[in-house]
C-alpha cells in the first residue's frame, strides 16, 4: 500500500480553461437585498428581462407564465473583485426555487457575457444549515461513543483526506482509475480500523478480511463492467468530466466507485463479524473453530440480510427521481433494466452485494482460525482419577 501511495502520488491535475458548465463556473457568494412583485406580462413585453437561472424543467409555457405576478430580486455580490455590485433577475411564479429578501444565495460569474448578464443566481447558500448539522452528528457520535467516537471522527477526516488529496488528483493526472482505488482504499481501511479499534489480531483479521472482499469486488466489477458494456459516461457531470480530461477512463471511474463505495458497509460487517467469534470465544473458551465457524456464521447470516436490503435501499433511494422518470414513460421493467443509466446501478449494487455476502464467511473463517490457535481453549481430555472423572483438570468432576 505504501509503495502504492508513493508510485501513484499526483503531481497535480493538468489544468483547464472553465467552461462555464455545471460545477465548472465561476462563482460567489451573494444576498438577495430585495423582492418586488412585477407584472410577468411587462417583462415578456420588455423583451430583455433577465430570467431566473433556477427554472424547473417542463414548467408552463411563455403565454401561462406571462398571465401571472413575477418577482424583480436584487442580489448584491459579497466577494471577490465585483464586490458591492448589485444585478437583477426575474424570478418566475412557477419556478421550484423562489428568492426572499435577505437570503443568502451563490452566484455564477460569466466575464465574456454582457456586462447585464455576467451574473446568475446559481443556487441557495447552505453552508449553515449543512455545518450545523455536521456539528450535531460529530457531538452525538462524541457522547455515545466517547474515546472511540473520538478515534471514529479523526478517521473520517484522514479518509476525506486521502480522497482529495491522493484518489481524485490521481485520477484526474491520468492514473489507472481502479488502480488508484484500490490502493486508495486500501489506505483509508487501514487507517480507520487500526485507528477506531486499536493495533489486535482481532482488527488484523477484519482487515484481512475486508481485502479479500475487495479483492473479490474488483474482479467482478472488471469482469461485469466490461461484459455490460457500461460506459460510465451516462450524465451531464461524466459527460462534462470526459470532455475536460478525455485521458480518464470513465469506465474504470466507475469501478472505482464500487469499490470506494462498497468499502464503508464491508468495514462495518468484517469488524462486526470478527468481533462476533472473539466475544463467542470469551463465552465458551472450550469451543473450537468449527463451533465458532457456525455459531459466527449463524449471526453473520442475520447481518448479511439486513446489510444487503439497506445497500439495496439506499442506491435505490439516490436514483429515485430517475426511477420515477420511467414510471412516467411507462417503460417496461426490461426496458428500464437494460438502460445503462439503471443497469450501472444494478451492477453496482449487486456487486457490492456479492462482495457483502462473501465478507461473512470468509472473516468468520478467518477470525475462527485465528483466536482458537492465539487463545485455545483450556479443557484438556477426560482423565480418570481414583473412581473420578476429571475434565480438561478445572476441577469439574463427576462420579462414575
Not at 462555464?20 to 406580462?41: H, I, L
Not at 443566481?121 to 450535531?136: E, H, K, M, S, Y
Not at 461513543?145 to 478515534?151: A, K, P
Not at 477526516?157 to 488502480?179: D, E, Y
Amino acid at each position: 500500500m505504501v509503495v502504492g501511495l508513493a508510485v501513484l502520488w499526483p503531481g497535480g491535475a493538468p489544468a483547464h480553461a472553465r467552461t462555464g458548465v455545471g460545477f465548472d463556473r465561476q462563482t460567489q457568494q451573494a444576498t438577495v437585498t430585495e423582492v418586488v412583485d412585477v407584472s410577468c406580462t411587462s417583462v415578456h413585453a420588455s423583451g430583455g428581462a433577465q430570467a431566473g437561472s433556477t427554472s424547473a424543467a417542463g414548467g408552463s409555457s411563455a403565454q401561462e407564465r406571462a398571465a401571472g405576478t413575477c418577482k424583480k430580486a436584487t442580489i448584491r455580490v459579497d466577494s471577490g473583485e465585483d464586490r458591492g455590485r448589485t444585478f437583477t433577475e426575474i424570478v418566475q411564479p412557477d419556478q421550484s426555487r423562489q428568492l426572499h429578501r435577505g437570503e443568502e444565495v451563490v452566484v455564477a460569474y460569466e466575464p465574456s457575457a454582457p456586462r447585464e448578464l455576467q451574473y446568475s443566481v446559481a443556487d441557495v447558500n447552505r453552508r449553515f444549515p449543512l455545518a450545523l448539522l455536521a456539528g450535531i452528528f460529530a457531538l452525538a457520535v462524541v457522547l455515545v461513543g466517547r474515546l472511540r467516537g473520538v478515534m471514529a471522527l479523526v478517521a473520517l477526516a484522514i479518509s476525506f483526506l486521502v480522497l482529495n488529496f491522493f484518489i481524485l488528483p490521481a485520477i484526474l493526472q491520468g492514473s489507472n482509475p481502479l488502480l488508484v482505488a484500490v490502493v486508495g482504499a486500501s489506505a483509508i481501511m487501514l487507517i480507520a480500523l487500526y485507528l477506531c479499534h486499536g493495533l489486535s489480531a482481532r482488527t488484523s483479521v477484519a482487515v484481512l478480511g475486508t481485502l479479500v472482499s475487495l479483492l473479490l469486488i474488483g474482479v467482478l466489477g472488471s469482469l461485469f463492467i466490461g461484459w455490460a458494456a457500461l460506459t460510465g459516461n451516462t450524465d451531464d457531470n461524466t459527460g462534462l468530466i470526459h470532455g475536460l480530461y478525455p485521458s480518464i477512463d470513465m469506465s474504470g471511474l466507475l469501478l472505482a466507485g464500487v469499490i470506494i463505495g462498497s468499502l464503508g458497509v464491508l468495514d462495518d460487517v468484517t469488524v462486526t463479524q470478527t468481533s462476533a467469534v472473539w466475544e463467542l470465544h470469551e463465552a465458551n473458551p472450550s469451543m473450537g473453530w468449527r463451533g465458532l465457524y457456525r455459531a459466527g456464521i449463524r449471526i453473520g447470516r442475520d447481518h448479511i440480510a439486513s446489510v444487503v436490503n439497506t445497500l439495496v435501499l439506499a442506491y435505490a433511494g439516490a436514483a429515485l427521481p430517475l426511477l420515477l422518470l420511467f414510471s412516467i414513460a411507462q417503460s417496461s421493467v426490461g426496458a428500464v433494466a437494460n438502460s445503462e443509466l439503471v443497469a450501472e446501478e444494478i451492477v453496482r449494487t449487486l456487486i457490492g452485494s456479492i462482495g457483502l455476502v462473501a465478507s461473512v464467511p470468509v472473516t468468520t473463517a478467518l477470525a475462527a482460525l485465528v483466536v482458537s490457535a492465539d487463545r485455545p481453549g483450556s479443557p484438556a481430555p477426560d482423565k480418570v482419577t481414583n473412581g473420578t472423572a476429571v475434565r480438561g483438570g478445572r476441577g469439574r468432576r463427576r462420579k462414575r
